[in-house]
């Protein structure tokens, strides 16, 4: 049998875990429990308190569900974050995975009182809320931290070292899809998450690319290290009617003029979390599909392909075997990537609750000056599309 | 053991097979044996003539290659046009599988001649060149018939028949890619097979589009039925510089309003005949890989994915059925598309001799017509990025 | 995006969380972590305890590793059995999971101090070792339960249903691989986990069909509900040089006499989990790859095959489902497996402890009865391939 | 576009193609047409004879199909034995293709009439006749050589090259199936090819090794250049009643002590060709699936897997490269393997006829003596299967 280990990033610190509250999440909603299984997974939280739900009942089982004890179960979470703050074992941070029309009042109402955010993405739906929680944040006050799991995938870091150490050569060309098919299907009355998805009250004004086009956005940025310089976008609705769009095309050009040709759809049968890149470079490329995260793709210009899979040695670097639980073989999944991240929450709330600086840039996480440029994709799309497929700039500022 | 047969298409006709000339192909030319293997392996056409190299002795050594007769082993396209027509035994068909830019001067050649031909895609590099030809065929005279050779894999006409069949119910967005890796180095000194398609002398104004992106826009029409309304390209260089395209994104609009996202590029380095698509209906999708032809990916919405794979029996069509020459399991790939191709066109050929009208759409070939409409393609191509990657329209006419 | 959610069985109980102690496992170890994060994710257990290494300050660190308090951090299982006894807030069961030859009287130890034990396979390296643990168990006193991880796979348990209902009508013939590469190389002399595991003072009479051949015996046994009458070993040292074998090929014959070829092989280089199985029946078979495991492949005789995958509806059985925690797609792995494991031995535990008999057949766990016969397995192996591959039954007992 | 080439191989010969007849393969058989298809596709041969069928009527059909002209159409294949041996443009080489008990008298006719013979395998059904054609050919006279298609695919001539070169280092185990389906059903009235191969009277001994276990020994050989000094069988009928076995497990022993493993079935319902085999050396391992012949997988041990695949360059050794027709991704698969087969026949056969010595090692072809070694391995499966699995010698000589 291979050897393998418990990368040290799922030892719990020498001061015990932190301790972690939730705002959404209950019965009913999808994402919750992705948070939460990673907190426990991460072996660096304890779940102590939490506004699961708006429904109070709801909110009691809730709480129940995941050992929460019944005085920190609370019914809105304005209460929670003033009684959090009051208690001297009080939550280090608070997940908000609401709908994302209301990120920004209970973000800022939970910075307000103190306490570290971990929200959700996209940050807010609109541009304005976005930056005024960037003012918020920053300094030696709280700060707010977004989740984009995929990056946490030991193979996507693996990806982005080798992009960073050139085994590619000179990007060349990129491709980046993430395909799904739960918008063939009308919403039904009791789909609470579907609703708001595509209801421009709720979901401002897009569906498809904020829901994950925003990862695949991320995505770019991340394993290549570039910025996203401009864009066009065509918006398609291809599966059930709906206001917003479940479909884009997208083309845009990263710094340096590398071209890149994105696919986001809700509308593809038989894709159900088809995200998948391929990036080119003059010496060879990278290929990796989140539905088969071990193997990441390696086809060098003139040998043969290489899978480079998930496990100690043979390969890997460094930046992954850090992310590597199980031995070769022994499947590591998207929990586990939510593990990661959630590790690295942790990490980077430490760092910054013990006076230091919190390393988002070693650690893959994302502050609020991603969140808002995360916004800006959203509208750029939106804009491109209103406007024939133009090249639209996101904005003033880069990352 | 499953039980197999040779499908009915590899059978001689009555009547002896038929006498095939080629012009081009010989020796260092890459697609010339591709065609002459097909010929072979179809069981309908004897190769008894040819003018397979500008260069005599090479074109000598290439007839003998091929075990042509001496006196049928020309020197010169225009010797060989005249001699054949004049022989009694001569020819009933030529290939032409020169450089684009001599297809126009060949074909017409022969079709004066009064021998059918069977012609390389794209048919021309101009559009008035491609009208030309299209003038000089039709009613009772000699045809002109293109060689798309993938449309003849046995999975592919099953496509076709479920897509017609409604089995996926109404077409709602469609992804298309060719992608390959070779323009990545610069072509060397003998390779003449890249230096020309490089080269806007000989290949006109596109290299990757008029190369294979045409193979992708006849897929598109063959598998729907649909015409292309409009478009818009981006072309890049992704590969070694040169003057022309290697990579393109291509957006469509299909009759009905059926939105396609379609990537083509010759600068994706280990993608070496990546050609597929994906075709999402209302009631699930279908996904196919030239590289892996055997297998037709089908996605019922709503039920598991279903493999159907080429075979007798186990949900394959009749249209399909018919290009079944091995038992499931046993492999056919390229060489058996091209003799499928090869043994439709003998078909044809034969009708039109026979004094019948060829049934082009039952044998799944293209004429003039659509030769006509694949060059239009490559030109509106290269007008909409001339635009900025404005909407373009592909002509007077559709197919 | 598709609706998913996470199966009820990651609910706390309403008591609340059950108390958990380890035996083994600390830093250096290869598999308590694995126990440890499908403990945590399993969102049912506390680890509020442990002895989890002999050396005295590897315990420590481990212990804090696991955010165990520094007084329930032991030394020695023996004192942690008397204390964990005598706390009123005592563990309700101990994971044992130290190397083979000490499961013995690690196990007897923690039942005559009233408490459930959880021990890792194979139950012992002595039938006679098994069967003192068997005596020892049974009526109302603590029970001991085997952790075979594979078979609270979704997809495992979707298969052994279609078997169950006849999907693939009378079971015909099977085979079972589980290969490994570990053995190629000498185990190192830190390399404590693969140092007992090739020596047969600590590892018995077998090292590979110990180490995994046991799981493939259980596995067999799950999904077929059949046991196994008889079999015929080879054993093979393919690898470094070791007394023990690292590779055995074994005939089996199972109830109804189906016949059975199994693979073991820790000296395969490039296996790293390979667990794989092929079932076919008289309609059908079914395929499963512990490495991609959220696809079971289902092949009907006369039909395209199937890919039934991990996800609620598109042919999920309700066995499988209410292990689904996220939607197709969005994948689960090993650890979400150990986490079904532990869910499932909560249960058991909480049944006993509230004075119910344990379901242990609906909860797909394995009592001190099937750890016997795990046991018998591995001795009729070894006595098989001493007496030359003659024809050996598994003992006086089925399951 | 990638550069490819039509190996010189399917360049006819300076003197022009050789001419073949066929006794066997006319309508309503299976594998006349593989030897046809690969015969024609080879560019080697001029199919010009042929008894093709038993059945007068259905003789003279299956010459038209075939394009041979009808004064070279027999009914008996002693006349066309007779009458082609008699002509100045007789043919070189006759195929044999009947069902297997015939091909002693068969060959034995041609041999005799100073004709070469290209005979199916198994070569007989009893050892004895084996032995006799062994004892006709030989010395100067005609030869007799066996078609074993399978290893005349260019990745697997990529891999005996890379055994030889010691890639994977010593030779440590090895595994090999042949699975398939056909036995699941019943032999239909008109299904003569199941109808002989399940009956004692004409299949002999065996009916899945004698048909397909076969290529699996002896592609055992081919790939590792090793002979078999001993195996164990089991034979069972998993699937439709018959006398004779349709499926078999085989432990061998080869020459150094290496031990295999081979599964042998057509009653695996969902296999159609699956022929596949792992190779595991000191230093890595390779594996091949015949149903997507094209990659050849490279585990080295301690390196990320390598996808070797057939092209040019990218780790292509010389080897493969001359059975490398298309390029790179543009599939080859059974014809051209066939085509290969039948390219170095033609070799082979040509050599003899100018008085020399055939290279049948280079040419990767069999001959009498391997033909023999063959029956002995159906016989010495059928007696070790007689002797309860008792180790079994193949027989006095090795190949």
Request: glycine content about 12%; some cysteine; proline content about 5%.
């Amino acid at each position: 049998m291979a050897t393998g280990h418990l990368a040290h990033i799922r030892r719990a610190p020498a001061g015990g875990r932190l301790r972690l509250g939730f705002v959404g999440g209950g019965r009913g909603g999808l994402v919750g429990d992705w948070h939460a299984s990673g907190a426990r997974l991460s072996n660096r939280w304890d779940i102590v308190a939490g506004a699961l739900s708006s429904d109070p009942e709801r909110a009691a089982l809730s709480a129940q569900d995941w050992a929460i004890a019944p005085d920190r179960a609370y019914g809105d979470w304005r209460d929670m974050a003033r009684a959090e703050a009051a208690r001297a074992d009080g939550i280090d941070a608070v997940v908000v995975c609401t709908p994302n029309h209301t990120h920004h009042p209970i973000a800022a109402g939970f910075l307000d009182a103190g306490i570290d955010v971990i929200c959700d993405k996209p940050m807010t739906n609109s541009v304005e809320e976005a930056q005024d929680l960037r003012t918020r944040t920053g300094g030696s006050g709280p700060t707010l931290l977004l989740t984009y799991p995929y990056v946490h995938h030991a193979m996507v870091r693996q990806a982005r070292a080798m992009v960073a150490a050139g085994e590619i050569g000179e990007l060349r060309q990129i491709r980046i899809e993430y395909l799904q098919d739960g918008s063939m299907h009308a919403a039904g009355p009791d789909d609470k998450g579907q609703l708001w998805r595509r209801d421009p009250a709720t979901a401002g004004r897009s569906s498809a690319v904020a829901d994950i086009g925003t990862h695949a956005y991320h995505m770019l940025h991340h394993v290549t290290g570039r910025e996203v310089e401009a864009l066009r976008a065509e918006f398609h609705t291809c599966g059930a009617p709906q206001p917003l769009e479940d479909t884009a095309f997208v083309s845009l050009r990263l710094t340096g003029g590398v071209p890149v040709l994105m696919h986001i759809s809700q509308a593809a049968p038989g894709q159900f979390c088809g995200f998948r890149f391929h990036i080119w470079g003059s010496a060879g490329g990278l290929s990796w599909d989140q539905e088969y995260p071990e193997d990441l793709r390696h086809t060098p210009l003139d040998g043969p392909e290489r899978i480079v899979r998930r496990g100690q040695g043979a390969g890997i670097v460094p930046e992954a075997a850090q992310l590597v639980h199980l031995p070769r073989g022994h499947g590591e999944a998207l929990t586990d990537a939510w593990a990661n991240l959630y590790a690295a929450l942790a990490i980077a709330i430490g760092q910054r609750r013990a006076g230091q600086t919190a390393d988002l840039e070693g650690l893959c996480l994302s502050g609020a000056d991603e969140g808002l440029q995360g916004v800006r994709f959203v509208h750029a799309c939106a804009d491109s599309h209103a406007r024939g497929g133009a090249w639209t700039d996101l904005g003033p500022s880069g990352w």
